[in-house]
């Protein structure tokens, strides 16, 4: 039996997305954001409402970092998620986060958030949707396997439980994308 809950937002798994952007004056923000993820090839969304800091930042600076909330930074990201850098202009600072120009686009990288995907605004739709091209992806070493590849456990990336308000540590492998379903004949 199943149980209806009509119209929900409920999606499994929402990454918890850190959206970095500098402002006109060069300080940085960063926004919690659960409601985004790929949208092309090569490109990223984030729903973002137009009173935000982040969107005006976003608007004028032309980039944005997204970059992914983990089980070692909950506190922080969540942080930046309930603060309004209209209100508290140095929410990055009190979160305790510190931050690198990005190399590619006029956006900061979280130096404790390991992974970034550096971006340029391509368009706001008129829905709120901002569409960015990756233009570069980086992570920190600590993150990386033998192989150089970035290493989903040692991310630690958290989800959002939209429903519970929750958020949900990163599971175990349970197996293998385009690969595992061939064992059907």
């Given at each position: ?42 490109q ?116 959002y ?5 929750a958020?949900?540590?990163f ?15």
């Open positions: 039996m199943r149980k209806n809950f009509g119209a929900k937002t409920w999606l499994y798994p929402m990454p918890v997305m850190i959206i970095g952007t500098y402002d006109e004056n060069g300080v940085p923000n960063a926004m919690n954001a659960a409601w985004g993820g790929v949208y092309d090839t090569n990223v969304m984030v729903c973002l409402a137009d009173d935000h800091k982040t969107t005006k930042n976003i608007k004028k600076s032309g980039a944005f970092t997204v970059s992914f909330a983990t089980a070692q930074t909950v506190v922080p990201c969540d942080y930046v998620g309930i603060v309004s850098a209209n209100d508290v202009p140095n929410k990055v600072e009190k979160a305790g986060f510190h931050v690198s120009k990005s190399e590619y686009v006029n956006a900061p990288i979280i130096n404790e958030l390991p992974f970034s995907v550096e971006c340029k605004l391509i368009k706001f739709n008129e829905d709120g949707i901002c569409i960015g091209e990756i233009v570069n992806v980086s992570a920190d070493e600590s993150i990386l396997d033998a192989n150089g590849k970035v290493d989903a456990k040692k991310l630690n990336p958290i989800i439980d939209g429903a519970t308000h958020y949900w540590s599971g175990e492998k349970v197996g293998q994308a385009f690969s595992d379903g061939k064992k059907i004949k």
